[in-house]
Nanobody, 115 residues
Framework: QVQLVESGGGLVQAGGSLRLSCVAS????????MGWYLQAPGSQRELVAA???????KYGNPVKGRFTISRDNAKNTVYLQMNSLTPEDTAIYYC?????????WGQGTQVTVSS
């Protein structure tokens, strides 16, 4: 089992920045990649960004050029740096980890961007 705990969400004005953190614990050696999803009210969960163990990254189209995913393997932590935030970025952000045959989720952290 893998446990994921997010932090760093909050309220920010449009144009501002936030950095989300996700600390992994448990059977972390089984994790191949980690990422972030967002879920806005009434919408499906969608991929924000992902990063492999080798450092390869992938971004969802709405956040390209504004968000950056990174990881600190020594701290078992994945970060999501979010810049130039807009009200459309308002959502619950979930950390996720993928292993062979399993997907793990954190409890989510709320990000609210005011206009």
């Amino acid at each position: 089992q893998v446990q994921l705990v997010e932090s760093g969400g909050g309220l920010v004005q449009a144009g501002g920045s936030l950095r989300l953190s996700c600390v992994a614990s448990g059977s972390i050696s089984s994790i191949n990649a980690m990422g972030w999803y967002l879920q806005a009210p009434g919408s499906q969960r969608e991929l924000v960004a992902a990063i492999s163990n080798g450092g390869s990254t992938k971004y969802g189209n709405p956040v390209k050029g504004r968000f950056t995913i990174s990881r600190d393997n020594a701290k078992n932590t994945v970060y999501l740096q979010m810049n130039s935030l807009t009200p459309e970025d308002t959502a619950i952000y979930y950390c996720t980890g993928w292993s062979n045959g399993a997907t793990y989720w954190g409890q989510g952290t709320q990000v609210t961007v005011s206009s």
